[in-house]
């Protein structure tokens, strides 16, 4: 509910990518945010690149619907 861990892989244009980290969520009806950190790697030609790195995500709510 409030975080977890993520993983995922794939493919972008042909090219592997693949990575894991963790996030923290926090959010109320006003919006929130999530925070992210991990690694990611993508396998190139020129050999397997990974950095690591935190990814940070506002959340704001929309008007509903009814």
């Known amino acids: 509910e ?3 861990s993520y993983s995922y892989q794939g493919n972008m244009g042909g090219i592997g990518v693949y990575g894991s980290g963790t996030y ?3 959010a109320d009806e006003n919006g929130g945010k999530i925070t992210a950190s991990g690694n990611g ?3 190139t030609p020129m050999g397997t690149r990974c950095n690591g790195g935190t990814e940070r ?3 704001t709510p929309l008007e509903s619907c009814e």
């Open 24 to 26: 923290s969520a926090s």
């Open 57 to 59: 995500y506002t959340l």
């Open 41 to 43: 790697c993508v396998k």
């Open 2 to 4: 409030q975080g977890g």
